[in-house]
């Protein structure tokens, strides 16, 4: 199967033309997919395009232009068609935060490319590595403002490359899972990656996330809280995400000290002063006179039983032993807190072998190791 070559795509612009290409799709047993997202500049964020590459094409979506992609959707739901994405995690909440859209179907290259032994995960680096094709990565076109109407040929470009190498990409990796054995384990990975779905983040809670925050006392806490509400306002009325509204920084600093001279707060420029001073003094006056927050309590602290340390440490030996042996990144032959668990509770290893963690192709694979480790005198 051969990549669609450089400058060989075509634009999705409107409801006629992706019926035409989703006729298209529908012949295939499998497409790929990506989508570019303007986060970095706009408030809320939007998907401002959706790629896609057939065997014989490679397809632009303008998701701005076309009012009802829901006949995309169908195609998205579609089990007889395989999707194949390369990191899909924000993808697929991106699609489904935007227009609930589910990816039945799923084959992540990203996913693939791990359980064949590579390290270096980014699609430039796997596409690098397995066909000696150099991706355009520069930093200007990743954070592009998708929104931006017209879109620069060199960006459009940009967003083709991202999917032109993928279908071929799928069959090198599904060749060689095939002959490793480990097809079973990326279509159940890759299963499990298309139940994700968008969370939005609590507005009584979100802020409680924010690096440093910790430091602060119940006062603190509750001026932070004002100050990201108002935050979050201004970033909604001026369409920007909110650290170009105010830093994290910005919104630590007056929370430690409500008082401070607003002149002398990291952030604050005369500018934004004039702009946002009145906003922000309000704000500062509601958390002040608010009730103290208080943090969720943390569950009791665990005192370690006797030799779980030492379980526990032969437990991740054998990990990485396990790692070497199948030439994999340790962390995906079990998961760790099963791991801990079963340092502190040995005597439930068969029960933690059915937990909800653990995948079933770790059950029929790896866990003959674990009880062999676990079996083992001294957990040698």
Same mark, same amino acid.
């Given at each position: ?7 060989? /795509? ?83 909440? %991106? ?14 290259? %990203? ?34 403002? /998708? ?39 990326? !279509? ?67 929370? %430690? ?31 002040? *006179? ?6 969720? #309590?943390?569950? #009791? ?32 032959? /079990? ?10 509770? #040995?005597? *439930? ?17 790896? !866990? ?5 480790? !676990? ?6």
């Amino acid at each position: 199967m051969a990549s669609v070559q450089p400058g060989h /795509w075509e634009m999705v612009a409107d409801a006629i033309q992706l019926g035409s290409l989703l006729t298209e799709v529908s012949r295939y047993p499998r497409i790929a997919l990506d989508t570019e997202s303007n986060g970095f500049h706009r408030y809320p964020e939007k998907v401002c395009l959706i790629q896609v590459a057939t065997p014989v094409g490679l397809y632009l979506i303008d998701t701005l232009a076309i009012e009802d992609l829901s006949p995309l959707g169908d195609v998205l739901a579609d089990d007889t068609i395989e999707k194949i994405f390369h990191a899909a995690d924000y993808d697929i909440r %991106s699609l489904d935060r935007q227009w609930g859209f589910r990816v039945r179907n799923l084959y992540d290259t %990203s996913i693939a490319a791990r359980f064949t032994g590579l390290s270096r995960l980014g699609l430039g680096s796997v596409i690098q590595e397995t066909f000696g094709i150099e991706l355009p990565k520069e930093k200007r076109l990743q954070r592009a403002d /998708w929104s931006i109407r017209p879109l620069s040929l060199e960006a459009l470009e940009y967003a083709a490359s991202d999917i032109r190498h993928l279908l071929e990409l799928r069959e090198v990796l599904g060749q060689r899972l095939e002959t490793l054995g480990r097809t079973e384990w990326v !279509a159940e990975e890759s299963a499990r990656l298309a139940e994700v779905r968008h969370t939005p983040a609590d507005p009584e809670t979100a802020f409680l996330s924010m690096k440093g925050s910790g430091a602060l006392d119940g006062r603190g806490l509750a001026v932070l809280k004002a100050l990201d509400s108002f935050r979050e306002v201004e970033a909604r009325r001026r369409g920007v995400p909110p650290f170009r509204v105010f830093a994290d920084k910005t919104l630590l600093t007056l929370a %430690s000290d409500p008082a401070a001279d607003l002149d002398t707060v990291p952030g604050l420029s005369r500018g934004v002063l004039r702009r946002m001073g009145r906003g922000l003094y309000t704000a500062l006056g509601v958390g002040v *006179n608010a009730p103290r927050v208080r943090r969720p #309590p943390r569950g #009791p602290r665990v005192v370690p039983v006797a030799g779980e340390p030492e379980r526990l440490k032969a437990l991740k030996a054998w990990r990485i032993e396990e790692g070497k042996r199948l030439e994999l990144d340790p962390s995906v032959l /079990w998961p760790l807190i099963s791991l801990e668990r079963l340092a502190r509770a #040995p005597e *439930n290893l068969e029960a933690e072998v059915e937990a909800t963690e653990v995948r079933d192709w770790q059950r029929r694979h790896i !866990a003959l190791y674990l009880r062999a480790s !676990a079996a083992a005198p001294e957990g040698k």
